[in-house]
């Protein structure tokens, strides 16, 4: 295994800071991975913590009423269904953490697939060939470094905000 420099040692300092400011839990293990394995971490990191932020907040239940509303107010647009069908569930009597908790499940499915999908388009027709895509990393200027973020979804299920991977609330006492 290579010896780290001083000066890598002290990149991984000023980075650990960065990741730290940015609230990764381990700030150290993803700074020596990006400054001594040449992967882009902290544009990882920060790619999983904004897609992470597009999943519904396992403690926020407004989002709810702010569907029905938007709905009833917007009948014919696109994805105006979701009101309705949230109200029926309300009428049912379906507890509204109930509900939400479905949808950061599904959300983070998605979340999980897209991120599996930048590596692998899967079965495509022949005629396509190897046809796939991928994320880059763009530095502070908007250039290409030519590092590319892949394998995102091993890191998707360690980024939930909660810090239980996606785990119901009850086995956190278990």
Known sequence: MKEISEEEKTQ???LSKI???LGA???ESWAKSEITENIAQLTR???LRAAW???VSEDNKTWIDQEIDYSSKHPNDACSGIGPALQRL???GADRQDITDIVRVKQYEMLFNMCYLLDDPGELEPELGKMGWSLHEKDKNG???GRLVNMLHESALEMDPTGREMRPRS???K
């Open 143 to 145: 250039k290409v470094t």
């Open 19 to 21: 990741f730290h400011k």
């Open 25 to 27: 839990d381990d700030p």
């Open 90 to 92: 309300l009428d049912l």
């Open 171 to 173: 086995s956190e006492s």
């Open 45 to 47: 990191f920060v790619f």
């Open 12 to 14: 991984i300092a000023e």
């Open 53 to 55: 932020r597009l999943v």
